[in-house]
């Protein structure tokens, strides 16, 4: 009698903590607190806009290229030969102008979300954005020097 309490008492716990688990999450959100980054690979919020983006070497092709503010969901395909990633800062600085360190490669302070796609994969990266100037940026050793930005703005 006295194992099964224990047993039920430990499976509890166990829920409780799977559950706590589940639950809990952070937000790096210092540049605007409108803004909530997710990435997901399950099917995008009812309501959000589509963009297809199209990673190759070195460029991104962005379908449409703006936006209403709300739920956005960012449809990656990396039509390429390399991995790529997609990073999304909110800025007032162009896509091209973003401060760089000794490297060649800009900060991800203050990043909304990234996805990312071997060659030939997926991926998709839904974000609640807030109008304004985004740069979409692959920050890989070398991409963004290569050129590998763009520009996407939200209404």
């Known amino acids: 009698m006295k194992s099964n309490a224990i047993r039920i008492t430990l499976a509890a716990g166990a829920l409780t903590l799977a559950l706590g688990f589940s639950a809990c999450g952070s937000s790096d959100n210092e540049s605007d607190e409108s803004s909530e980054a997710t990435t997901t690979t399950t099917t995008a919020p009812a309501n959000?806009?589509?963009v297809k983006v199209s990673m190759v070497e070195m460029a991104f092709t962005v379908d449409p290229p703006s936006a209403k503010a709300?739920?956005?969901t960012f449809d990656l395909t990396n039509d390429g030969t390399v991995t790529h990633e997609m990073v999304v800062l909110k800025t007032n600085k162009k896509a091209g102008d973003l401060p760089t360190d000794s490297s060649g490669e800009p900060s991800e302070d203050g990043a909304l979300g990234e996805g990312e796609a071997e060659p030939g994969a997926t991926d998709e990266l839904?974000?609640?954005l807030a109008s304004g100037h985004y740069a979409l940026i692959c920050n890989l050793p070398g991409h963004y020097a290569a050129g590998m930005y763009t520009?996407?703005?939200v209404k």
């Open 48 to 50: 959000a806009q589509i």
């Open 151 to 153: 520009d996407f703005n």
């Open 126 to 128: 839904s974000l609640k």
């Open 70 to 72: 709300g739920n956005v």
